[in-house]
C-alpha cells in the first residue's frame, strides 16, 4: 500500500466528491430522481490487494462497467458493485424492468451509462488534478470474481489500484461500489507531486 | 443536393472535404453510406461536416440542408439536453459517452418512415467519442437503432409477467387445496373419533351380551372405522407437510430409547403377522438430532411396514450403524422384497407396490411418503435396498448429536 498524508487524502477526496456530486445531479435529472453520489475513502493498493477487498465484500461475483484510459494515465477505469446490488440499482433507475434474475440486454446498456457518467467524473477530476488529458474510451459491461477482474493471475501485482469506496444513495437506500483507477507509476508520482503543488497553492 | 463544402471554413483538408461533399464519389464515403448506423461528425464550433445515408433517411434531412449548421440548428428540441452537454465534452475534454435508450426515452426525433409517426420513431441507443485529426478536434455521433432489441425485451416483459400471474393462480389453488384438505379431514375426523368411541364400547360388551352374528360386524365396523381414522390422520399429516405447517421440536434423541419404544408399540402389530422384532447392539447413549415424536413416527411406519411384508415366523432386523457423525437405523424384513418396476415410486402419495395387494395388506400407501418428508425435514435421508424374493432393507440417516 502507498502511503499518503491525511492531507493528500482529505484534497484528494473532496475535489472527487465535487465531481461526483455533479455525476449526482446529472443522474438525478435522468431519472427525474434523487440520487446522491459520494467518496467516503481513498486508497492505493496493489493490484491483489485490490482484488481481494472485491473478494471480501461478500458477493461471489461483482458487476459494473470498465473504461479504458489513455494519456496521462494508461489502464482501465473500473466501477464495480455486488452483482445483486447491481440489479437493484439497474432497476430502481429505470422503474419499469422484466423481472428476471440477470440484466437484460437494454439493462447492460443503461448500467453502462450510468457508469460512463460516473467513471468520467472521476477521470475528469483526476485530470484535473494532473493538469493533464486522459482520454476515456466508451464503456463495457463486465462481471467476474475480484481476481478475475483484476488480472491477478496475469498482471503484475506491483501495480497499484487507486480504489475509491463510493456510496450511491437512492430511494432512502445507500449502496456501497468502487471505483479503481489502474496507475503507473509514473503517473502515481505525477499525481503525488501536482498534489502537493495544489495543496499548497491553496 | 449538396451544397459545397469549402475545406478552409471547416477545418478539414480538401480530400476529406471532398468526401464529404459528395460521398457517392469516393469508396469511403460509399462506405459511410452504407453503415447500418447513423454517423455524423461535429466540428469544434458545433457545425456538423459530415451526415451519412443512415441520417438522411431517418432524418429526413438532406446533406445540404444540415452541413455546416450547428447542431442546435438542425435539432434545435436538443438544446440544454444530455446529448448537447455530452458532445460539448467530446470536444472540450475530449471525454466518450454513451446514451442509452432506457435512460434516454427520446434522443433524436428519428423516423421509420417520412410521416414521422411516432409509431415509427426509431428507439435509439447513441454514442459520442471524441476525434483529433491533424490538431482539430472533432466528435463522431453514432446512433444504434435498438428497435428489435426494446420490441425483444417488451414481449419478455408481457410473458414473465403473465408467467408471474399464473405462478400466482397456481399457489393460490395449491393453497386452497390443502386448506379444503385439512378443513374435510378435521370434519370428518371428529364424527368418525365418536363412531369409534361407541363401537368399541358396543364391542367390549359394556352394553350387554352381543349375539355372535351381531358381534362379528360390529368387529368389521371397527376394523374399518380404524382404517379410515389411520387415512385420515395421514392426509392431515401430508397437507401439514405440503403446507409447510409442520412444526419440528429439534433437539438431542436417545437412539435406544426411542428404538426401544418403537419395537414395543408395535409389538402387538407384529404378532398379527407371526413376526419378531430383533434389535442389534446399540451403543448406549447414541444420541441423535431429530424430534422425538416424528422419528418415534418414522420408525412406527417402518417397523410396521416391515412386519406386514415378512413371511409368517420371520425377524425383522433393526441394526443401529455410526459413520461420520452419520446415524444410520437399518430395518430389515426377509419378506419378498421390492419389485423393480415399483422402486422408484416407493416414496410416492398413494403409492403400493400392487393395487391388489392394499386390501389384502392395509395402509393408505401414505406412509413412506410422510416418513421421507419427515426424515427430509430433520435434515436426514431415507433409502432402500432390496432383493426381489430375499428381503428389503429400509434405512435413514440422521445426524449425530454432537455434530451439529
Excluded at chain 1, 105 to 125: F, K, P, R, W, Y
Excluded at chain 2, 12 to 19: H, L, P, R, V, Y
Excluded at chain 2, 152 to 166: I, N, Q, T
Aim: hydrophobic fraction near 40%; include cysteine.
Amino acid at each position: 500500500m502507498l502511503e499518503i498524508t491525511e492531507l493528500q487524502r482529505d484534497y484528494i477526496t473532496e475535489v472527487l466528491n465535487i465531481s461526483m456530486g455533479s455525476a449526482a445531479a446529472v443522474l438525478s435529472e435522468m431519472v427525474n430522481e434523487e440520487v446522491s453520489l459520494s467518496v467516503p475513502e481513498v486508497d492505493f493498493l496493489q493490484r491483489n490487494a485490490a482484488a481481494n477487498k472485491f473478494d471480501q465484500t461478500n458477493a461471489a461475483r461483482m458487476s459494473g462497467v470498465t473504461q479504458s484510459m489513455r494519456g496521462a494515465l494508461t489502464g482501465d477505469a473500473l466501477l464495480m458493485f455486488p452483482e445483486e446490488k447491481t440489479l437493484s440499482i439497474v432497476r430502481i433507475l429505470l422503474g419499469d424492468t422484466v423481472p428476471v434474475e440477470s440484466l437484460t440486454e437494454m439493462e447492460q446498456e443503461a448500467m453502462c451509462e450510468i457508469g460512463n457518467i460516473i467513471l468520467n467524473a472521476v477521470v475528469s477530476s483526476v485530470a484535473d488534478l494532473l493538469k493533464k488529458e486522459i482520454m476515456s474510451s466508451l464503456p463495457r459491461f463486465i462481471k467476474g470474481t475480484g481476481s478475475e477482474i483484476f488480472s491477478v493471475e496475469t498482471c503484475d501485482n506491483n501495480d497499484l489500484v487507486m480504489f475509491l469506496k463510493v456510496d450511491f444513495g437512492l430511494e432512502s437506500q445507500s449502496i456501497n461500489g468502487y471505483v479503481t483507477l489502474m496507475l503507473n507509476v509514473d503517473s502515481l508520482h505525477d499525481f503525488i507531486s501536482q498534489l502537493d503543488e495544489q495543496i499548497s497553492a491553496v | 443536393m449538396s451544397r459545397s463544402v469549402r475545406s478552409d471554413v471547416i477545418n478539414i483538408n480538401s480530400d476529406e472535404a471532398e468526401i464529404i461533399a459528395s460521398p457517392s464519389d469516393h469508396l469511403f464515403g460509399k462506405v459511410l453510406d452504407l453503415s447500418e448506423n447513423g454517423l455524423f461528425l461535429v466540428d469544434s464550433d458545433r457545425k456538423i461536416i459530415l451526415w451519412n445515408e443512415w441520417m438522411v433517411e431517418a432524418s429526413s434531412l438532406n446533406r445540404g440542408d444540415v452541413i455546416g449548421s450547428t447542431f442546435v440548428e438542425v435539432f434545435p428540441g436538443l438544446k440544454g439536453r444530455r446529448i448537447e452537454s455530452v458532445i460539448n465534452a467530446a470536444l472540450d475534454t475530449r471525454t466518450a459517452s454513451l446514451l442509452s435508450r432506457s435512460l434516454n426515452k427520446v434522443i433524436f426525433p428519428l423516423y421509420f418512415s417520412e410521416a414521422r409517426d411516432e409509431a415509427r420513431r426509431i428507439e435509439q441507443s447513441v454514442t459520442v467519442k471524441p476525434i483529433q485529426s491533424d490538431g482539430h478536434d472533432y466528435c463522431l455521433i453514432q446512433i444504434i437503432d435498438v428497435t428489435p432489441m426494446v420490441q425483444r425485451e417488451d414481449v419478455l416483459r408481457v410473458l414473465a409477467k403473465e408467467a408471474e400471474e399464473a405462478l400466482q393462480v397456481a399457489e393460490e389453488a395449491s393453497r386452497f387445496k390443502s386448506e379444503f384438505t385439512s378443513t374435510v379431514s378435521h370434519e370428518l375426523r371428529t364424527p368418525l373419533t365418536s363412531i369409534r368411541g361407541s363401537l368399541g364400547l358396543i364391542a367390549s360388551g359394556v352394553m350387554g351380551e352381543l349375539k355372535p352374528e351381531i358381534g362379528r360386524l360390529i368387529a368389521i365396523a371397527c376394523n374399518n372405522t380404524e382404517r379410515l381414522l389411520f387415512l385420515i390422520n395421514d392426509i392431515l399429516d401430508i397437507s401439514k407437510i405440503e403446507s409447510g405447517k409442520m412444526d419440528f421440536v429439534m433437539g438431542p434423541v436417545d437412539l435406544k430409547a426411542v428404538l426401544l419404544q418403537s419395537i414395543e408399540v408395535n409389538q402387538a402389530y407384529g404378532e398379527q403377522y407371526e413376526v419378531k422384532y430383533h434389535l442389534n447392539d446399540v451403543i448406549d447413549g447414541t444420541t441423535v438430532y431429530a424430534d422425538t415424536d416424528r422419528l418415534m413416527q418414522v420408525l412406527n411406519n417402518l417397523l410396521s411396514n416391515a412386519a406386514k411384508f415378512s413371511p409368517k415366523g420371520t425377524e425383522v432386523d433393526i441394526s443401529v450403524i455410526q459413520k461420520d457423525g452419520v446415524i444410520r437405523v437399518e430395518i430389515k424384513d426377509y419378506g419378498n422384497g421390492i419389485p423393480v418396476k415399483f422402486q422408484s415410486r416407493i416414496f410416492e402419495k398413494f403409492s403400493q407396490a400392487d393395487g391388489s395387494d392394499t386390501r389384502k395388506i392395509g395402509g393408505t400407501g401414505l406412509g413412506l411418503s410422510i416418513s421421507k418428508a419427515i426424515v427430509e425435514k430433520m435434515g436426514g435421508s431415507i433409502g432402500f435396498d432390496t432383493e426381489e424374493g430375499i428381503g428389503a432393507t429400509f434405512y435413514i440417516d440422521v445426524s449425530l448429536y454432537a455434530d451439529v
